[in-house]
């Protein structure tokens, strides 16, 4: 089975400044998908960003990219200048594919981690 | 505006009821998703259905139901059976299987008293 973790329960930051979340994931699939979802107060799911396992290179998606290690079957986050608004849990979440291209459909999320951007 | 909704934002209900909760699509979205949360945890699959009349139990299915009669509409019953029914539930959707990306509705809060 694959377990997603996220080690940091909760992190702070100062707006404009950059920070890194953490998520290790498990499993003995080759064709898989990693999402980065970000959970505001209002509770909304909202994607930030997505990482097909089988692309080398590393997903952006303006002030916000990931690193992806496959081989250490790490996948963190990093948010580059800070703004009020990113304030949100933010959980990360693996899903396996399938052979012929799609994906099970199965979202495994982590428990998440509270970030605070301080003024 | 295209999007998911889900009513009601919140909902009451009695130990011992049913209770059904809504979401609807008009992304055209063929696979549809329901999710629990609860406090201080990530999400987990109660059902998913990737095309109209059909179905499948995610990790967490015991006590709860579901029907997939149109595209646009996937609706969750929580019956009596489901033992710890208080949480946050969320609706997804995706444009088909073979696209993996899951959009989320704003979710309902459903409180036992």
């Known amino acids: 089975a694959q377990t997603v973790t996220q080690s940091q329960p909760e992190m702070s930051v100062q707006e404009a400044e950059t920070v890194t979340l953490s998520c290790t994931y498990d499993?003995?699939?080759?064709?898989?998908?990693l999402f980065w979802y970000k959970q505001p107060p209002s509770r909304q799911m909202i994607l930030v960003i997505r990482?097909?396992?089988?692309?080398?290179q590393n997903a952006t998606e303006n002030r916000f990219s990931v690193n992806f290690q496959k081989a250490a079957k790490s996948f963190s986050l990093k948010i580059s200048d800070s703004q009020l608004g990113d304030t949100a849990m933010y959980f990360c979440?693996?899903?396996?594919?399938?052979?012929?291209?799609?994906?099970?459909?199965?979202?495994?999320f982590g428990k998440g981690t509270k970030l605070s951007v301080k003024p | 505006d295209g999007g998911i909704t889900q009513s009601p934002k919140y909902l009451f209900r009695k130990e011992g009821q049913n209770v059904t909760l809504s979401c609807e699509q008009n992304?055209?979205?063929?696979?549809m998703y329901w999710y629990r949360q609860d406090p201080g945890q990530g999400l987990r699959l109660i059902y998913y259905s990737q095309i109209v009349n059909d179905f499948q139990k995610g990790d967490i299915a015991e006590g709860y139901s579901v029907s997939r009669e149109k595209k646009e509409s996937f609706p969750l019953t929580v019956t009596s059976a489901q033992k710890n029914p208080t949480a946050f539930y969320l609706c997804?959707?995706?444009?088909?299987?073979?696209?993996?990306?899951?959009?989320f509705g704003p979710g309902t809060r459903l409180t036992v008293l």
């Open positions: 979440a693996f899903m396996k594919g399938m052979n012929y291209g799609g994906s099970q459909g199965n979202l495994i």
């Open positions: 992304l055209n979205h063929d696979a």
């Open positions: 997804a959707s995706s444009i088909d299987s073979r696209r993996p990306t899951q959009y």
């Open positions: 499993t003995s699939e080759n064709n898989y998908y």
């Open positions: 990482q097909e396992a089988y692309k080398q």
